[in-house]
């Protein structure tokens, strides 16, 4: 039976209010206070002070308070939120884990930075994919693939600090998301959409900010899930791409071995029966 720790509940609250003040309160706020308070009130004495709506003035001082407003404020406090969001984020993982299966499992560092920096490269060419998967000439059929990339993107996000935490390697958690896609389809869906409303890519940001600690003690509560006969290998393309990457890189770091006939040989054999 699982040990339940109740005293993380307050921090995990405490976090989860956190995230939805600074990314709601703060961040998104002053972005509607600006352009839909402090611009209208700015334009509008504009207008009282040169008699015309579409004045020289505004033409100019209207985009350059907008750009001003984008590089002093919302740029820093974007990178700011990245950042502070992703120790959040990962504060309320790990209590949530600990507060419903216990202590997580500690893994090598150096096992653990190549395996986020693999999965951070694969989730950036999945994303890639679900984008140009939108630019196919079948509108409703690119759409749909679409939303099935971020929804299962979004799952992956979700649930990878849970799995991580269980050992999980990445090439595991991969698997379990393709066979049960159904599943996980469902699960990531509501992000997917609510975060394609905003039209700004900053609002949707915010919105995602504020909604996904929610998603993380979902998916942390989530039962184990019995995998789909039908896999949907939509991760493999991302998987080779981001092999040949890795294995690239690793090659080029090994000037002695390519100097010397016999160690060449050694490192290319794997290649050839992959």
Request: charged share 10%; with cysteine; glycine share 6%.
């Amino acid at each position: 039976m699982r040990k339940r720790s109740p005293g993380n509940e307050p921090k995990v609250m405490h976090r989860i209010i956190q995230c939805c003040a600074w990314n709601g309160g703060v961040f998104w706020l002053s972005i509607l206070i600006f352009n839909y308070l402090l611009l209208p009130m700015l334009k509008g004495m504009t207008t009282l002070l040169t008699g015309s709506e579409t004045g020289p003035v505004w033409s100019w001082m209207g985009p350059m308070l907008t750009w001003t407003f984008s590089a002093l404020w919302i740029l820093p406090l974007f990178v700011l939120s990245k950042i502070v969001n992703c120790f959040w984020f990962a504060d309320i993982a790990d209590c949530a884990y600990r507060k419903s299966r216990g202590r997580p499992q500690l893994p090598n560092i150096s096992m653990f930075i190549a395996d986020m920096l693999f999965s951070l490269l694969l989730q950036t060419f999945f994303l890639l994919q679900g984008t140009l998967a939108s630019f196919l000439p079948l509108p409703t059929v690119s759409q749909l693939i679409s939303v099935l990339h971020m929804s299962l993107l979004y799952s992956l996000y979700s649930f990878e600090y849970k799995w991580v935490n269980m050992g999980w390697e990445l090439h595991q958690r991969l698997d379990h998301i393709e066979k049960g896609w159904p599943y996980y389809f469902g699960f990531g869906l509501p992000m997917a959409v609510l975060t394609a409303l905003p039209s700004s890519l900053v609002v949707s940001g915010c919105v995602f900010s504020i909604l996904f600690p929610v998603f993380i003690i979902s998916a942390n509560e989530a039962l184990t899930l019995h995998p789909n006969h039908y896999p949907l290998k939509l991760f493999a393309p991302c998987v080779a791409l981001t092999n040949a990457i890795f294995h690239h890189s690793i090659m080029k770091r090994q000037p002695v071995a390519q100097a010397s006939p016999k160690k060449h040989a050694r490192i290319q054999e794997p290649s050839r029966h992959r």
